[in-house]
C-alpha cells in the first residue's frame, strides 16, 4: 500500500507550494492540521473529520489532548494521527517529531536560507513593519479599534519602558533575530538528524524537489519561484555571529554547508 506524504518545515520556508504539489498529486491533503484547523477544513470534504480536527485541535485550551506550539506529548500525537490517517498533509511544528510519523507518511522536510526565511517570516506576520517606532505607531490601529485611545497607549508604552527600560530598539530586535536563529537551526537540524539528507528538500536547490514521486510533472504547469531578500547577506552575517552566540554555530554551519 502506498503511503501518503508528510512535508513539514520551518514557517515561511516553502511548505505552502508543497501543499499544492499535494492537492495536485492525491487530490486531498490536509493544511496546518494541527496548527491551523480552520484552515485546515477547508480543503477537506469529511464532515466528521472537520467536526473532529476543530474540536480536538491541540490550540483549543479545552481540548484533551491540548500542550503548546511545537511541543506535544505522545498521547496529543497518537491521536491525532489516528485522526488524519492516511491522509497526506503539511505541517509546520513537527520539527522534533517526525520520527513518530514515518509508519504512516513518507515525511520529507524542506529548508531555507535563514536570511531569506527572516525576511519572509517577519514580513508575513509582522506586516514588515519591522520594530520601535514603526511598530509603535502601527499597534495605535489595533488599539483604536479595541476602543483605546493614543493618550492611553502612549502611558502604557512609557510604564512598560520603565519597569523593562530598553536603551535602543536595537536590542530588541536582535533579541529577536537570535531567537530566530536559535529555533530556526534547532527545528532544522533536528529534521536532519530524523529523516537523514535523502529526506531534506532543499528551498535554494530545486532539483532536492524532484526527490518527491511525480514532482517534475507537477512542476511544469506549477514552476516553483525562488524568491531572495535584498540585504540577505549582511544579514547572514549577523546571523552566523548570533548561533555561535547561542550556541549553536556548529549546527548553523552543517545546515549552510547542506544548502550549498
Not at 92 to 113: A, C, K, M, P, S
Not at 150 to 169: G, N, V
Not at 233 to 257: C, H, I, Q, S, T
Request: charged share 30%; aromatic share 18%.
Amino acid at each position: 500500500m502506498v503511503k501518503p506524504i508528510l512535508i513539514n518545515g520551518f514557517p515561511r520556508s516553502g511548505t505552502t507550494y508543497l501543499f499544492r504539489y499535494l492537492q495536485w498529486k492525491f487530490g486531498e491533503a490536509l493544511f496546518e492540521p494541527l496548527t491551523s484547523p480552520q484552515v485546515a477544513v477547508e480543503f477537506i470534504k469529511d464532515e466528521r473529520l472537520k467536526r473532529d480536527l476543530l474540536i480536538k485541535n491541540p490550540w483549543n485550551v479545552n481540548a484533551s489532548f491540548y500542550r503548546s506550539w511545537w511541543i506535544y506529548d505522545t498521547k496529543t500525537l497518537e491521536e491525532f494521527k489516528e485522526l488524519v490517517k492516511g491522509i497526506p498533509l503539511k505541517e509546520v511544528t513537527l520539527h522534533f517529531y517526525l520520527d513518530l510519523f514515518q509508519d504512516g507518511w513518507e515525511v520529507y522536510h524542506i529548508i531555507r536560507h535563514p536570511a531569506d526565511n527572516y525576511f519572509s517570516y517577519v514580513n508575513y506576520f509582522y506586516g514588515g513593519r519591522g520594530f520601535g517606532r514603526k511598530l509603535a505607531f502601527s499597534a495605535l490601529k489595533g488599539l483604536a479599534k479595541l476602543g483605546f485611545d493614543s493618550h492611553k497607549f502612549f502611558a502604557l508604552w512609557e510604564m512598560a519602558t520603565r519597569i523593562c527600560p530598553i536603551s535602543s530598539y536595537s536590542k530588541i530586535r536582535r533579541s529577536f533575530e537570535a531567537a530566530f536563529v536559535y529555533m530556526w537551526t534547532v527545528a532544522n537540524w533536528t529534521a536532519l538528524k530524523t529523516l537523514g539528507e535523502r529526506r531534506i528538500l532543499v528551498y535554494e536547490k530545486p532539483e532536492t524537489l524532484e526527490t518527491l514521486p511525480e514532482f517534475r510533472e507537477f512542476s511544469k504547469n506549477n514552476p516553483f519561484k525562488k524568491k531572495t531578500y535584498e540585504g540577505r547577506e549582511k544579514l547572514f552575517k549577523k546571523f552566523d555571529a548570533l548561533a555561535r552566540e547561542v550556541g549553536v554555530g556548529e549546527e548553523f554551519e552543517l545546515l549552510m554547508e547542506l544548502m550549498r
